[in-house]
């Protein structure tokens, strides 16, 4: 049987293409010049000086001083992206606190606000209006820094899918149309942001994205990424891409039973993970202030504060344990709180890994949990995302005169 064929791309959309590999091709080197730009992507140093030309008048990139090969020939004139014009709007909501973010599209954060607040305490409409107040406040600072979100990108807790929340238990949460909500609080204390475009997912998701694109894994590219907050995130990272599930809920790993006879979590079952190893859990049972405080307890050896992070880590354990041998990873990187947790989170936590992967790849020695990079929250996984939409298809959110 014949197959249909796809249609050809006419010659706007063969140029719209080119446009997006050549910005993408810069900004994965950080810096270079036509000539390299054209000899990676494989067009000629006209075409590529042409789409150069128009990524440098809408703003995309800047060209800074002159490079030398050592071989003969003129030297070349660097091209970087814009540390102006374009950028990604990054608001993540989580439990205890609200951060929102402006990146640009050198991957810098230029902006960023966080403010602590007992979100259980308020309504979702509420939390969202608080959140829009601090976004606008940050779009604000940004505009003043001549930089022009192209879109914003949600991170929220619990089950996500076609922009609203479907359950988030810790904070109480069901079918909130968080988008809806979000936009209409930041159009009415920016009216110029009206119709800015919106995206969200998970936090865990988020997070994981903003550790693909700029943490310190090198050339890892599957892995399961675990975010240590007042629950507990998880997100599952395949060859680069996030694997979702069918209706975009993978992940959760904070709601695996380890223990079935365990404390009732606020999902309705018993015995999560995050009933052992979430903040919330993990500072009332070494009856800690906060995290830092847990962490100088531990160092200082008070026995209630290492029993509760050696059974948090066992039950850690126990859960990727069973991820590690469904899903054949090459490393957990663990976020949140838990990189500050680690000396006292590990050893536990390493020793289940050992006894329970069948592979027996995951020995205590392995080197496979890592802890997540310092600057890579689901705030900068949000705003990454929104940038990795303008690298696929720049003219879409181009606001010079060369479209």
């Given at each position: 049987?014949?197959?249909?064929?796809?249609?050809?791309?006419?010659?706007?959309?063969?140029?719209?293409?080119?446009?997006?590999l050549v910005l993408r091709t810069v900004h994965d080197?950080?810096?270079?010049?036509?000539?390299?730009?054209?000899?990676?992507?494989?067009?000629?140093?006209?075409?590529?000086?042409?789409?150069?030309?128009?990524?440098?008048?809408?703003?995309?990139?800047?060209?800074?001083?002159?490079?030398?090969?050592?071989?003969?020939?003129?030297?070349?004139?660097?091209?970087?992206?814009?540390?102006?014009?374009?950028?990604?709007?990054?608001?993540?909501?989580?439990?205890?606190?609200?951060?929102?973010?402006?990146?640009?599209?050198?991957?810098?954060?230029?902006?960023?606000?966080?403010?602590?607040?007992?979100?259980?305490?308020?309504?979702?409409?509420?939390?969202?209006?608080r959140a829009a107040r601090i976004a606008a406040d940050?779009?604000?600072?940004?505009?003043?820094?001549?930089?022009?979100?192209?879109?914003?990108?949600?991170?929220?807790?619990?089950?996500?899918?076609?922009?609203?929340?479907?359950?988030?238990?810790?904070?109480?949460?069901?079918?909130?149309?968080?988008?809806?909500?979000?936009?209409?609080?930041?159009?009415?204390?920016?009216?110029?942001?009206?119709?800015?475009?919106?995206?969200?997912?998970?936090?865990?998701?988020?997070?994981?994205?903003?550790?693909?694109?700029?943490?310190?894994?090198?050339?890892?590219?599957?892995?399961?990424?675990?975010?240590?907050?007042?629950?507990?995130?998880?997100?599952?990272?395949?060859?680069?891409?996030?694997?979702?599930?069918?209706?975009?809920?993978?992940?959760?790993?904070?709601?695996?039973?380890?223990?079935?006879?365990?404390?009732?979590?606020?999902?309705?079952?018993?015995?999560?993970?995050?009933?052992?190893?979430?903040?919330?859990?993990?500072?009332?049972?070494?009856?800690?202030?906060?995290?830092?405080?847990?962490?100088?307890l531990a160092g200082a050896g008070e026995p209630r504060?290492?029993?509760?992070?050696?059974?948090?880590?066992?039950?850690?354990?126990?859960?990727?344990?069973?991820?590690?041998?469904?899903?054949?990873?090459?490393?957990?990187?663990?976020?949140?709180?838990?990189?500050?947790?680690?000396?006292?989170?590990?050893?536990?936590?390493?020793?289940?890994?050992?006894?329970?992967?069948?592979?027996?790849?995951?020995?205590?020695?392995?080197?496979?949990?890592?802890?997540?990079?310092?600057?890579?929250?689901?705030?900068?996984?949000?705003?990454?995302?929104?940038?990795?939409?303008?690298?696929?298809?720049?003219?879409?959110?181009?606001?010079?005169?060369?479209?």
């Open positions: 049987m014949n197959q249909p064929t796809e249609p050809k791309a006419d010659k706007s959309g063969v140029r719209r293409h080119n446009l997006s080197a950080g810096e270079t010049t036509r000539a390299a730009v054209a000899a990676r992507v494989g067009l000629t140093r006209p075409a590529v000086s042409s789409l150069v030309e128009q990524l440098l008048e809408l703003g995309f990139l800047v060209e800074s001083g002159k490079t030398f090969s050592g071989q003969a020939g003129r030297p070349g004139t660097v091209l970087k992206p814009a540390d102006t014009g374009p950028a990604g709007l990054g608001v993540e909501i989580n439990v205890d606190y609200v951060t929102v973010c402006v990146v640009d599209l050198t991957g810098t954060d230029r902006v960023r606000r966080t403010e602590r607040l007992d979100n259980r305490a308020a309504g979702a409409p509420d939390v969202l209006a940050v779009l604000d600072t940004a505009a003043a820094r001549r930089l022009a979100p192209a879109a914003a990108g949600l991170a929220l807790p619990g089950l996500v899918s076609g922009g609203a929340v479907r359950q988030a238990p810790n904070l109480g949460w069901y079918e909130v149309d968080a988008e809806r909500l979000f936009g209409e609080a930041l159009t009415a204390l920016r009216p110029g942001t009206a119709g800015l475009p919106l995206t969200s997912d998970n936090e865990a998701n988020m997070a994981a994205l903003a550790e693909l694109w700029f943490g310190t894994l090198g050339d890892l590219r599957t892995f399961l990424h675990l975010t240590g907050e007042i629950g507990v995130g998880g997100a599952i990272v395949v060859h680069g891409e996030l694997l979702r599930g069918a209706h975009g809920f993978a992940g959760e790993i904070g709601h695996l039973v380890v223990d079935a006879g365990g404390p009732r979590c606020r999902c309705g079952s018993r015995g999560c993970l995050e009933q052992y190893a979430g903040q919330a859990a993990l500072l009332g049972a070494a009856r800690a202030a906060d995290v830092t405080d847990l962490a100088d504060a290492l029993a509760a992070l050696a059974e948090a880590g066992r039950m850690l354990g126990r859960a990727l344990s069973g991820a590690v041998n469904l899903l054949d990873p090459e490393a957990v990187v663990l976020g949140g709180i838990y990189p500050h947790l680690m000396p006292w989170l590990v050893p536990a936590l390493a020793e289940e890994l050992s006894d329970r992967v069948v592979s027996g790849l995951w020995t205590p020695d392995a080197g496979r949990l890592r802890p997540a990079s310092a600057t890579t929250d689901a705030s900068r996984g949000a705003a990454a995302l929104v940038l990795h939409d303008v690298l696929a298809d720049p003219l879409a959110y181009a606001t010079g005169t060369g479209a």
